[in-house]
């Protein structure tokens, strides 16, 4: 399917123009190539009206063609899909008290050797703990030795059954000996078989019910591509899988199976393998996998820097009307609409190279009322006063028209006070950023 829809959008990228038609034409493409995907319709026709509507209202950077635009709108939306926001974080976190893991999946999915993986990554993260695998697949011949081989090169104990036991009585006795002996962590490591049936899942859902798991991870081969999203529907019928990990993505698997996993609610992937090797094992990037999915990581990145330049050309382009502003009310007036259109002084201020993070989110959200209160204040002023703030300063009349504004606005004492104050300051500094740029040659002012 990866190839259906990398075809659509390798030819939507070579039109030269990209009329209304051209567009729905493209966008039914791709939806048709998400549903023979077997992506969930309601999520899929999600992506498509979100894109449908973004295209639309999306300022399209400099250098940046229409297609290209289409392009990126698609895979932002696929990121969207896959998202996993703190799946990872979740599971890689500390043992407060003991923590359960069990890994399910079909056999030769890579149960066994993404727990020696995990155990190493979490003796990385969290260097102190004890984790205690368990080998509770007595099914598979060698099975068990493999696990302690494993358990071995990543430094930790394994508890070992004879094959042919019985997979219950073994975590039975593995928990008891794990409370008994104070593991952190303790991996579950169950069979698998080439496909599923009834006598495995039986035998995990009393598994899990015996083992409490903090969490029960669901091991997918991707190359089983679309594949993945069916076992992973079948086993969620009788565990509660609470993450997925997706193994094998090293090879050259483009990715398929983790979005089609991705449409079916409640299956977030939390990590990825990427080699056959220990240290293979990583958190999975949703957008690492959508560049992949289409396959035009090129224009998703050249979308993406021309956006970074727009938005630091505005940034520029309001340093410099800040600065050349006489700074009259008038001036402040025509800033205070221009950052209410910004969003917020939040985000203009981040914008402004190390300023951003030295603001914390209550100083903001103070600012911002400020301003409304300023809005009001200036609004009651008359042309005149907005053009030559001088006058409530130096003039004689200047203490009658402050008495006008106060009652012209409904504003307290206070807060008029508070305003001729800040705007007193804001010119000063306006002043010094002006010097200091002009000095500097960061911004041309036309003075
Ligand atoms: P199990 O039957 O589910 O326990 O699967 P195993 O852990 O025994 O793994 C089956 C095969 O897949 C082994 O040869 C592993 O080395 C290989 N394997 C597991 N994970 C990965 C991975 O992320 N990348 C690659 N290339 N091979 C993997
Ligand atoms: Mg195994």
Redesign the pocket.
Known sequence: FANKLQQTLSNVSKLQVFGDKDFQKALNNVRMALIDADANVKIVDDLISKVETNMKTAKIPRGVTKTQMFVKLVHDGLVDILGNKGTAERILSPAQQQRRFMFV??????????IAKFAKLTLKKFPKTKILLVAC?TR?PA?IE?LDILGKRVNCETFCAEEGADAVRVLEKALEYSVEQKFDYVFV?TA?RQVIDNDLMQELGRLEKIAKPDETLL?LDAMTGQEAANVAKKFAETVHVSGAVL?????DTRGGAALSLSTISGCRIGFM????DLD??EPFYPDRIASRILGMGDIVTLVEKAQENVSEEEAKEMAKRMMEAKFTFEDFLKQLSFVSSMGSVGNMLKMIPGVGNKINSEEISKMEKKLKVAKVIIQSMTKEEKKNPDVFYKDATSKTRIERIRKGSGRSQEEIDDFFKTFKAAQAAMKKLGAFAKKNGNVETSE
């Open positions: 999946g079909l056999q030769g999915s890579g149960k066994t050797t993404t697949d598979r099975a493999q490591d698998g091991v193994t094998k993505l090293d090879s393998g990427t080699s056959e293979g094992l």
